[in-house]
């Protein structure tokens, strides 16, 4: 610790102390496991971008009520993949500038194996009121390291005006999303398909989602077999990589994160997008070209929905957090019931909590709820490994190269396996 920190702390806790705030008059009572002891005071929370614009507000209730636990909000990046880098080098510098960090599902083995976020205690959370698949992502070797705080899973956006004019129903599997990408979206001048085709972590995601639902796998056996080379996987991939060869799927999708895509769609330029339920408050809102045009659906598979994979964040508490009792009941207070259905009705995520998925208030004004419970419930995780920051990696390189068309499917599914085996030889 440094010393000037080290000297801050004697002083904060000797008054605070002293002001009597902490110890058996505190609510919760004193906290069990800190990782640096127990402790109230101000705490900074790093979150990726806030798309929707909805946290700080949400925050500052919190800090009203809480003036000496201050939260401070540090937006990062809006992509995955460059929060997570920043996260990371404050967590190696040792300083620990963020106390709580709002982490994808995808890197809690990595920062709980690194010891960068400490584990929790599983009662303090009401996770038996969570949907099921979502607690599994945040535990690690056993323990919770983290609090999932939004779930997510890919859905499908289709232009509901086109298709009816057509006398078409959305589609279920990825045949009838192509055949109606190649007919009517010329008819009216917009781009097939899009998702988020840019090497990054969303192309991780799309890559398996599409080797997934045409009932293929990436690794077996928690990462120590791969099992990729499957005729499963080439259509997978082939729908992808034909979909550009054949103009359905846009060249400019190859460099789509969430975001861009969201544009196009709601910019009128697409007639099906991929993308997580955040897009639909934008579609639906004042800017869209496309409100009341549009409707969502689960993902297309081969033979009838496909499977999406479980996406979200979790919320956890570095292991140099100043005051980790402070930051567990920030915690807490962000996945209980009333900050939950805000996280819906405010920032168009998709809430932890079960029971909000049937309320018929919610449902009424949220209508994909239904195919979202459903598509979370029977999402599946990403492939699992202790290396899985490389083979995410190795995943967006050769989907990228087959969508590029610098090799076909085959090709690069057989190199995709050859790149795991080495990744996962390694270590
Ligand atoms: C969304 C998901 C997250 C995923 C990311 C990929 O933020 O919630 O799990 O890794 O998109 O871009």
């Known amino acids: 610790m440094p010393w000037k920190r080290a000297v801050g702390r004697v002083l904060l806790v000797a008054s605070v102390a002293l002001t009597g705030f902490m110890g058996s008059t505190h609510p919760h009572g ?14 900074t929370l790093a979150t990726a971008g ?24 540090v937006e990062l990046p809006d992509s995955t993949d460059e929060a997570r880098s920043q ?13 709580i960090l709002n982490i994808d599902v995808a890197w809690t083995s990595e920062f709980a194996a690194a010891g960068w976020i400490a584990p929790l205690e599983p009662d303090r959370f009401a996770l038996d009121t969570f949907l099921p698949p979502v607690v599994g992502t945040a535990t690690y070797a056993g323990r919770l390291y983290a609090v999932p705080y939004v779930t997510n899973a890919g859905m499908l956006y289709y232009r509901k005006d086109l298709l009816e004019r057509e006398g078409e129903r959305p589609p279920r599997t990825w045949a009838e999303l192509e055949r109606q990408a190649r007919t009517v979206a010329p008819k009216y001048g917009v781009g097939g398909y899009a998702g988020q085709f840019l090497p990054y972590e969303g192309l991780t995601v799309n890559a398996a989602e599409m080797v997934y639902s045409a009932g293929g796998s990436i690794l077996g056996d928690e990462g120590e077999r791969v099992t990729v080379d499957s ?10 990589a034909r979909g550009v060869r054949d103009g359905w799927i846009p060249e400019a999708a190859l460099t789509f994160k969430e975001e861009e895509s969201r544009r196009a769609f709601q910019d009128g330029r697409l007639l099906f997008a991929r993308n997580w339920p955040y897009a639909f408050a934008g579609a639906s809102g004042r800017e869209s070209k496309v409100a009341g045009k549009f409707g969502v659906v689960p993902l297309p ?11 979200g964040s979790s919320l956890a508490v570095g292991t140099h957090a100043r005051y980790p009792a402070s930051a567990k009941d920030l915690i807490a207070h962000l996945t209980g019931e009333p900050v939950q259905r805000r996280v819906l ?11 909000l998925y049937e309320d018929p208030e919610l449902v009424r004004r949220f209508p994909y709820l239904p195919a979202l ?34 090799q076909g499917p085959g090709a690069a599914v057989r190199r995709l396996a050859d790149e795991l085996a080495a990744v996962t030889r390694r270590g």
């Open 30 to 43: 004193e906290d069990a496991v800190g990782p640096r002891g127990g402790g109230r005071g101000p705490t």
């Open 50 to 73: 806030d798309l929707t614009g909805y946290l700080r507000p949400l925050l500052e209730d919190w800090n009203r009520e809480r003036p000496g636990e201050k939260v401070t909000l």
């Open 87 to 99: 996260m990371i080098t404050d967590l190696r510098s040792g300083q620990g500038r963020y106390d």
């Open 231 to 240: 005729p499963a996987a080439r259509a997978g991939i082939g729908v992808l």
């Open 301 to 311: 598979g081969i033979d009838g929905p496909g499977t999406s994979v479980l996406g």
């Open 345 to 355: 009705t405010e920032g168009s995520l998709p809430p932890v909590r079960a029971s």
């Open 373 to 406: 419970r459903a598509s979370v419930l029977s999402a599946a995780p990403r492939p699992k490994s202790p290396r899985y920051e490389q083979v995410s990696l190795v995943v967006q390189a050769v989907t990228h190269d087959a969508m590029a068309q610098h």
